[in-house]
């Protein structure tokens, strides 16, 4: 594998780099340094989309005829690894990344014309409706009921761990429309608009004091057949297609790596006592760094695939499994790096719009915040001990 650019792949580089130069912003920048979940907030995540929309960098994944920029997979490599080191904004990743791809690959004519360019342009914001309360890694078991009458489906049932519910404007959510020999024959991927009548969200507070989660209830809430995508019945296949973009899409090295450096650079820092001093800590830092250097060589592998639209099979689940693994990791680090400051946790959300002095410097202000919210790294998008059941089945067919 040839890991050099070329000169045109370095003209690209340079494009990347002054197109982040004159759209990110400092609020954008210490919005998202000082933000402890994957998750943007929708006033900053979607202002930065709105720029991608711009010069037409909206969904680099995307299919050319469905306005993706036809990048090359070195180009997908040098966009993220870019934006990764100048710390942009995460889009809505629930449009963009998951049920953006599902559109494309199963939608109607009309649902393509309608929801994808509102995706691209930010107008949309999505939530996911997945998980219930006992159904969760055992999701074909879920209970959420669309009852056809007439030209509509009539849902009741509840939604969980519904990330920016509260900012969503719209979701996609599995729901059962048949009973069949097998809980999974009787689902189908609906599309909804959050403000029909009928749903009520309410919202979940972290262990790490973050609404970033919420339930999510339907009482008798009317939705169109035509906003059904694909066939009834068949939405666990469009669902699974869709959990494979969730855990095999982008490139998480290169946050990871950049996590990796602040953590570092708090270990040879004064206000830590110069933690790195510590063989044990100087020792995982490197041991992390080389599994970082492991999870970018699989990514480079699967981008091509990833860059045509097509889903990442079970490899999706190896990228998920590792990604999860050493973001825990580097969250643990940061903790035993600050030590005793890690008692003082900043209960304010969000920490960019803080209207004090914290007690804790800036500098260490997220790191207890992400390791609590990455407790849930290694659980949502599927359990650990899912990935590790579809890679033995798919992948060495035990």
Request: aromatic share 8%.
């Amino acid at each position: 594998m040839d890991l050099s650019f070329n000169a045109e792949e370095r003209a690209f580089q340079s494009e990347v780099r002054s197109f982040i130069a004159r759209n990110l912003t400092e609020e954008m920048k210490r919005a998202t340094a000082l933000t402890p979940s994957v998750f943007s907030d929708p006033d900053i995540g979607m202002a930065w989309q709105r720029a991608l929309h711009a010069n037409g960098w909206g969904a680099p994944g995307w299919p050319v005829e469905y306005g993706g920029p036809a990048w090359t997979p070195a180009q997908r490599w040098i966009f993220e690894t870019e934006c990764a080191r100048a710390g942009v904004p995460n889009v809505n990743v629930m449009g963009v990344k998951m049920v953006g791809p599902v559109i494309i690959g199963f939608g109607s004519p009309e649902q393509k014309n309608f929801y994808l360019p509102r995706i691209l342009s930010g107008e949309d914001y999505w939530c996911q409706g997945y998980s219930e309360p006992g159904s969760g890694s055992d999701l074909s078991s879920l209970k959420t009921r669309a009852v056809r009458d007439g030209d509509d489906y009539i849902i009741n049932g509840t939604k969980i761990w519904t990330t920016h519910a509260h900012h969503a404007n719209r979701m996609f959510a599995l729901v059962r429309t048949n009973d069949g020999p097998r809980q999974q024959d009787g689902i189908s991927f609906i599309l909804i608009d959050m403000k029909t009548p009928g749903i009520t969200t309410r919202p979940i507070l972290t262990i790490g004091g973050d609404h970033e989660v919420n339930q999510v209830f339907f009482d008798d809430v009317r939705v169109p057949v035509a906003n059904r995508v694909g066939e009834e019945g068949k939405g666990w296949t469009y669902g699974k297609y869709l959990l494979e973009f969730e855990r095999g899409s982008g490139i998480a090295s290169a946050k990871l790596r950049e996590g990796l450096k602040a953590i570092a650079d708090l270990a040879e820092s004064d206000l830590t006592g110069r933690a790195i001093d510590s063989p044990d800590i100087a020792a995982r830092i490197s041991e992390v760094e080389v599994d970082i250097d492991a999870l970018e060589m699989t990514e480079l592998r699967v981008l091509s695939a990833l860059q045509t639209g097509q889903n990442p099979g079970a490899v999706s689940s190896i990228l998920k499994l590792r990604n999860s693994e050493i973001r825990q990791a580097v969250t643990r680090l940061g903790v035993d790096v600050i030590g005793h400051d890690a008692l003082a946790v900043e209960p304010m959300r969000p920490l960019y719009k803080l209207n004090h002095e914290p007690a804790t410097p800036e500098e260490m202000l997220t790191v207890v915040p992400e390791y609590l919210n990455g407790r849930a790294y290694t659980i949502f998008g599927g359990t650990s001990e899912i990935q590790r059941d579809i890679i033995a089945k798919m992948m060495l067919g035990i």
